[in-house]
């Protein structure tokens, strides 16, 4: 007697013979997810896009300067210059006055971009850290502690600027308090250190409140298991708490290099423009552009750019920095193929051993 079986249906295959395989854009997700996004990067490419490339335009040419030897007419307009404005940046030449002397202050500026950098960011991660793990404990009145620990972050950059202006005055707050007369405004080695005060104060709280959303994650079972074996409160932290809270941490601290590197208006409003010891490549860039010299302007720009770009590359691929947030699932995916590849061995094993 015959009997019937129900055979699976067979997928046809695609036109090259090939199966095709399920993603995203072929059920249409994909294509809801860019109707969805499409706002959004429309107002990137008109805000940043169209800007850096106008940018890169620009530094390419040069403003014409002088008298035109052929009509005797002051010069105008613009002329295609090439890669001038950059090799003019390390060779120290002043692409207008044919002079030098632009490179030591180029390099004053990028070395003062980097030192505020490190420390402002170092100063920043310990404090923030710090603030996350007070805001995370259970006590009495702990929304009051959160919202006076925000607020400074909460304040316009320039509004802090004008405050800590006032505060860092020869006859303002802070002398009074040290009990000393220091030219905290004028151009000298306590004016970066007004800044990096002004900067950590403000920014602080940005690392305390990501890394308070990380240290939310960590299940409190862990802990109350530490106990047990006997853990001390510094284990705790350094085996528990940084390992679990790193990844949240080292995108605060990558938002908060990135920002710094790029600093312009808390140096500018607090100390002002031309001083030395606080000139960064933003506020070196754009004294250029208002002096009219646009094209070296965005030559620096540019440099910044770069620079940024490339402390981002590293952070992203020495540190493990999870910008998008995709490292997670590839590692669970990771982990469940092989897991299920070693449940799947186990009865082979058995199996094998069975037939022995």
Same mark, same amino acid.
């Given at each position: 007697?015959?009997?019937?079986?129900?055979?699976?249906?067979?997928?046809?295959?695609?036109?090259?013979?090939?199966?095709?395989?399920?993603?995203?854009?072929?059920?249409?997700?994909?294509?809801?997810?860019?109707?969805?996004?499409?706002?959004?990067?429309?107002?990137?490419?008109?805000?940043?896009?169209?800007?850096?490339?106008?940018?890169?335009?620009?530094?390419?040419?040069?403003?014409?300067?002088?008298?035109?030897?052929?009509?005797?007419?002051?010069?105008?307009?613009?002329?295609?210059?090439?890669?001038?404005?950059?090799?003019?940046?390390?060779?120290?030449?002043?692409?207008?006055?044919?002079?030098?002397?632009?490179?030591?202050?180029?390099?004053?500026?990028?070395?003062?971009?980097?030192?505020?950098? /490190? $420390? =402002? !960011? *170092?100063?920043? &991660?310990?404090?923030?850290?710090? %603030?996350?793990?007070?805001?995370?404990?259970?006590?009495?009145?702990?929304?009051?502690?959160?919202?006076?620990?925000?607020?400074?972050?909460?304040?316009?950059?320039?509004?802090?600027?004008?405050?800590?202006?006032?505060?860092?005055?020869?006859?303002?707050?802070?002398?009074?308090?040290?009990?000393?007369?220091?030219?905290?405004?004028?151009?000298?080695?306590?004016?970066?250190?007004?800044?990096?005060?002004?900067?950590?104060?403000?920014?602080?709280?940005?690392?305390?409140?990501?890394?308070?959303?990380?240290?939310?994650?960590?299940?409190?079972?862990?802990?109350?298991?530490?106990?047990?074996?006997?853990?001390?409160?510094?284990?705790?932290?350094?085996?528990?708490?940084?390992?679990?809270?790193?990844?949240?941490? /080292? $995108? =605060? !601290? *990558?938002?908060? &290099?990135?920002?710094?590197?790029? %600093?312009?208006?808390?140096?500018?409003?607090?100390?002002?423009?031309?001083?030395?010891?606080?000139?960064?490549?933003?506020?070196?860039?754009?004294?250029?552009?208002?002096?009219?010299?646009?094209?070296?302007?965005?030559?620096?720009?540019?440099?910044?750019?770069?620079?940024?770009?490339?402390?981002?590359?590293?952070?992203?691929?020495?540190?493990?920095?999870?910008?998008?947030?995709?490292?997670?699932?590839?590692?669970?995916?990771?982990?469940?193929?092989?897991?299920?590849?070693?449940?799947?061995?186990?009865?082979?094993?058995?199996?094998?051993?069975?037939?022995?």
């Amino acid at each position: 007697m015959a009997t019937a079986t129900a055979e699976a249906p067979v997928r046809p295959p695609s036109a090259d013979g090939r199966k095709r395989k399920k993603n995203a854009l072929s059920d249409g997700q994909g294509r809801l997810a860019w109707i969805l996004l499409a706002p959004t990067l429309l107002v990137i490419i008109v805000v940043a896009g169209i800007p850096v490339l106008m940018s890169i335009r620009e530094s390419f040419f040069q403003t014409n300067s002088g008298v035109d030897p052929t009509t005797g007419l002051v010069a105008g307009g613009e002329r295609f210059s090439g890669l001038e404005n950059f090799t003019a940046i390390f060779s120290g030449q002043d692409t207008v006055s044919g002079s030098y002397g632009q490179l030591g202050r180029f390099i004053n500026a990028f070395l003062n971009t980097t030192f505020i950098t /490190v $420390v =402002a !960011v *170092l100063a920043e &991660t310990v404090l923030g850290v710090a %603030m996350a793990l007070i805001m995370a404990k259970a006590f009495r009145g702990r929304g009051i502690v959160r919202a006076g620990i925000l607020v400074p972050w909460a304040i316009p950059t320039i509004v802090s600027a004008l405050m800590w202006k006032l505060i860092f005055d020869e006859a303002g707050v802070m002398n009074r308090i040290l009990g000393s007369q220091i030219l905290w405004l004028a151009d000298g080695a306590s004016s970066f250190w007004a800044v990096i005060i002004a900067d950590v104060w403000k920014t602080a709280p940005f690392i305390g409140l990501l890394t308070l959303a990380g240290l939310q994650t960590i299940p409190a079972e862990v802990y109350e298991a530490a106990k047990v074996d006997g853990a001390t409160a510094w284990q705790q932290f350094t085996r528990i708490t940084l390992p679990m809270v790193r990844p949240t941490l /080292v $995108v =605060a !601290v *990558l938002f908060r &290099t990135l920002d710094t590197l790029r %600093m312009f208006d808390l140096p500018y409003g607090m100390i002002g423009p031309g001083k030395y010891r606080v000139e960064t490549l933003s506020i070196f860039a754009y004294l250029e552009a208002n002096a009219g010299r646009y094209g070296p302007a965005a030559a620096y720009a540019i440099v910044l750019f770069i620079y940024v770009l490339l402390i981002a590359f590293l952070f992203v691929k020495i540190l493990g920095a999870d910008v998008i947030g995709d490292s997670a699932p590839k590692k669970a995916k990771k982990k469940r193929g092989d897991r299920d590849a070693t449940t799947g061995a186990v009865p082979a094993l058995q199996q094998m051993g069975g037939n022995h």
